[in-house]
């Protein structure tokens, strides 16, 4: 522990004597290096790319693209998602994999068969299957989180698909890949047991006593053939079920020793215009998170385990602009724009928060993945025969993927608060703090909102167990166009303070001088 004592109110009447408050939010943060809740998992900053709408056919996938390689894949869309580099990509689904053989889509293209996709009501050509999808993410340097079919299908053909991505060779399933040019095997370390089992919706839907027996024995036979591998068994869909979070106590009453890992997904919607209120969204989030965390504390405990069980939160983004227009969309047909949101700056603050949400849950979630990477309810947008852009929920996924480095620090935080239509004593600030160590200096960086749509707020950050520091860099989002560096935060003895304009996303780059403490 650090021996530095952080007096806060002195902080304080320190930073007011040269830093008038007057006319703005206020909020207050006090960082120390030795106050941690957890080391980043990269996983956290992961993605999901499912067979639906144009996010694989005319999104990573189209081989009629100017820029397509010799594949098919579409050489500008790789450059953006290196440019984003998501370390790890959920596949094939989603609801898609719960009526998906995965066998359909391996071996020669040409004897494919295209078959009906009941989960979106499309035909699925299966040009694009296992063997291509993992050369495609070895092309963007992330790695796989494979999803395998509890809905049609069960434990055979899980352990089957292990056995073709994972063995080496000298059994049928691992000869049968390498007969389709894969000699060396894909060594895919993290597999979902099935998708949103919870949900009526779902193909081969089935209760909790259904699916965690179910899960149970696929998670067995899966870790007999590849014990090194990490397993996600399906949670509630939301928290909104009834079945919530009794759920989460069932199955991982039948599948606690198997796995390492259960599902929470949440998607937030500004239907109603109400951006104060949609901001607040993120509150609801944590709650969320903390209720799943309890549930798989208390199995521990009856258990009496020594394990412990976190939370792959693999899907979750703002969702609501494109469903009406989706709902139009015909059936059995394909390439269809499927739920391809047109995100605005409100939509990015409020991914921000999630993002925000999430690293401070960071030391039970310790994977999660963004729904979805192209085209569909995604940061990355392609037009057919034509150019691909970034949306704005790109720009704050993309600074925490290269800065949130290291470790989440424990940070006090106080803010003046508003009430809303869903919420009340809401934090105009949503802030976190990484600390990222270095070689010679460190930095420490904080990623802060300002949730007011209509004032500026004034941060005070107390950094004094750090010793010196200064900002090297304070890149604004707010406006619809590209972020700026042009931000006005400073330092000046160990206190850093910053004015946050009006619904805006801040990321805040505090360099250390680490000699003073090491």
């Excluded at 105009?428 to 007011?452: I, K, M, T």
């Excluded at 890149?475 to 972020?483: M, N, R, T």
Aim: glycine letters at 6%; one cysteine or more; a negative charge.
């Amino acid at each position: 522990m650090s021996l530095y004592i952080i007096d806060y109110e002195d902080s304080i009447s320190v930073m007011q004597e040269d830093f008038s408050l007057n006319g703005h939010l206020k909020a207050k943060m006090i960082i120390d290096r030795d106050y941690r809740l957890a080391e980043i998992n990269k996983r956290i900053f992961g993605s999901f790319i499912e067979h639906i709408g144009r996010a694989v056919y005319g999104g990573i996938y189209d081989p009629d693209h100017p820029t397509a390689d010799s594949e098919g894949f579409r050489k500008d869309v790789i450059e953006l998602v290196k440019e984003l580099h998501p370390p790890i990509i959920r596949y094939p689904g989603g609801n898609f994999v719960s009526g998906y053989n995965w066998e359909d889509g391996v071996g020669l293209r040409k004897n494919r068969k295209e078959k009906l996709d009941l989960a979106w009501q499309t035909l699925e050509s299966n040009q694009i299957g296992l063997n291509e999808f993992v050369r495609w993410a070895k092309l963007v340097d992330s790695e796989v989180m494979m999803a395998v079919n509890l809905g049609t299908r069960g434990v055979d053909s899980a352990r089957e698909l292990v056995e073709y991505c994972n063995h080496d060779s000298g059994s049928y399933w691992s000869d049968l890949r390498i007969s389709h040019g894969n000699r060396h095997p894909h060594n895919i370390r993290t597999w979902c047991l099935g998708n949103e089992m919870d949900g009526d919706w779902q193909i081969g839907h089935k209760t909790a006593e259904e699916y965690g027996r179910l899960a149970q024995e696929a998670a067995k036979v899966m870790k007999m053939v590849d014990p090194g591998i990490e397993l996600v068994v399906c949670g509630s869909t939301n928290n909104l079920t009834d079945t919530f979070p009794d759920w989460e106590a069932t199955v991982l009453t039948h599948t606690y020793d198997q796995v390492e890992y259960i599902s929470l997904h949440s998607y937030y919607a500004n239907s109603d215009n109400d951006t104060m209120n949609f901001y607040a969204k993120t509150l609801n989030m944590d709650s969320v998170i903390k209720s799943v965390t309890a549930t798989c504390d208390h199995i521990k405990a009856k258990k009496r385990s020594k394990k412990t069980i976190n939370i792959s939160f693999d899907e979750w983004n703002v969702w609501y602009h494109s469903i009406e227009e989706t709902s139009k969309i015909e059936p059995w047909t394909s390439r269809q724009h499927y739920f391809e949101e047109n995100y605005d700056l409100n939509d990015a603050i409020m991914v921000g928060c999630m993002l925000i949400t999430l690293l401070k849950n960071a030391d039970r979630v310790r994977i999660a993945c963004m729904a979805q990477l192209v085209n569909v309810i995604a940061p990355i947008m392609t037009e057919d025969n034509g150019r691909a852009w970034k949306q704005t929920i790109f720009y704050p996924y993309y600074h925490m993927i290269r800065y949130a480095r290291g470790t989440v620090l424990q940070s006090v935080i106080s803010s003046s608060k508003y009430d809303c239509r869903e919420f009340c004593n809401v934090p105009y600030l949503e802030a976190v703090a990484v600390h990222n160590a270095g070689d010679r200096d460190d930095e420490v960086v904080v990623f802060a909102v300002n949730r007011s749509t209509e004032d500026s707020l004034v941060l005070e950050c107390d950094m004094r167990s750090f010793g010196s520091c200064d900002v090297s860099e304070h890149i604004v989002y707010e406006d619809a166009g590209i972020p700026h560096s042009n931000g006005n935060a400073d330092t000046d003895d160990g206190m850093m303070r910053a004015i946050l304009g009006k619904s805006s996303w801040n990321v805040i780059r505090i360099r250390v001088d680490k000699s003073e403490y090491t």
